[in-house]
T-cell receptor, first 112, second 114 residues
Framework: DAKTTQPPSMDCAEGRAANLPCNHS???????VYWYRQIHSQGPQYIIH???NNETNEMASLIITEDRKSSTLILPHATLRDTAVYYC?????????????FGAGTTVTVRA | NAGVTQTPKFQVLKTGQSMTLQCAQD?????MSWYRQDPGMGLRLIHY???????DQGEVPNGYNVSRSTTEDFPLRLLSAAPSQTSVYFC?????????????FGPGTRLTVT
């Protein structure tokens, strides 16, 4: 599996967009980029995923570079409840990926 | 559906004690997994199961046992607790063939070993 690199932490002002980068320079052609988050004391929560096209849902947008070596998760209007650890993961969708392990992620703190 | 449930939410053990962390899901998922989460380490896979009667080791299996006698339940046993096992433990489940994002996590069990 491709490894990912994320900054350990970032701050964001409430109401502003939060842009979370992720590098995955060794991603292979059939691997998807997934984003999860974990709010303190809760289990991980799925946010969004994509292969090569940009994706948007009610929670966030995912921008993947043309060479697929990096991506950015965008929280368009961050709220205090978005304070969490965000994980970027690359996996082959639908495979027997039960050996998944998360990395350390990016700790995002949204400030009022 | 209750989803994935875990008990207890909090537990304190003394070194050498044994205990079982319970995990149950009511979604009829075949795949279930146990993770531990330590500061700065993200989630690490301990054991997993692809169906009743089938289990296998993950990334950090030492000191833990699992069994899967039913589809619904996947208990994690600590045989002889050690301070290094102080962590937050998450159970997860999903259907095979579904996208990875359809893995459901329980609320976690916070374990302290003194």
């Amino acid at each position: 599996d491709a490894k990912t690199t994320q900054p350990p932490s970032m701050d964001c002002a409430e109401g502003r967009a939060a842009n979370l980068p992720c590098n995955h320079s060794t991603i292979s052609g059939n691997e998807y980029v997934y984003w999860y988050r974990q709010i303190h004391s809760q289990g991980p929560q799925y946010i969004i995923h994509g292969l090569k096209n940009n994706e948007t849902n009610e929670m966030a947008s995912l921008i993947i570079t043309e060479d697929r070596k990096s991506s950015t998760l965008i929280l368009p209007h961050a709220t205090l409840r978005d304070t969490a650890v965000y994980y970027c993961i690359v996996r082959v969708e639908g495979s027997n990926d039960y050996k998944l392990s998360f990395g350390a992620g990016t700790t995002v703190t949204v400030r009022a | 559906n209750a989803g994935v449930t875990q008990t207890p939410k909090f537990q304190v053990l003394k070194t050498g004690q044994s205990m079982t962390l319970q995990c149950a899901q009511d979604m009829n998922h075949e795949y279930m997994s146990w993770y531990r989460q330590d500061p700065g380490m993200g989630l690490r896979l301990i054991h997993y199961s692809v169906g009743a009667g089938i289990t296998d080791q993950g990334e950090v299996p030492n000191g833990y046992n699992v069994s899967r006698s039913t589809t619904e339940d996947f208990p994690l046993r600590l045989l002889s607790a050690a301070p290094s096992q102080t962590s937050v433990y998450f159970c997860a489940s999903r259907e095979p063939g579904k996208g990875f994002y359809e893995q459901y996590f329980g609320p976690g069990t916070r374990l302290t070993v003194t």
